[in-house]
């Protein structure tokens, strides 16, 4: 028969929720992390096309200084 000393061992320990506790945290970080590579992989076409925008209108008015100057 085990003795009362084990029995609360084995109940501390099946009490014990650290280890879900990380479980569950490594969880929400992994759907975050898909989540998040989903929403910048639909967002690449429209993230290129905005800076080719951007970098083109720079590069419009450098040219546009030079020939004023």
Do not use: C, H
Request: proline share 3%; aromatic share 8%; net charge negative.
């Amino acid at each position: 028969m085990p003795s009362s000393s084990k029995i609360g061992a084995r109940a501390g320990f099946l009490a014990d929720e650290r280890g879900a506790t990380a479980i569950e945290y490594a969880l929400i970080a992994a759907v975050m992390a898909m989540i998040l590579l989903a929403t910048f992989s639909l967002l690449e076409d429209p993230m290129n096309v905005a800076f080719q925008l951007i970098a083109d209108t720079f590069e419009d008015s450098a040219q546009d200084m030079m020939l004023i100057e």
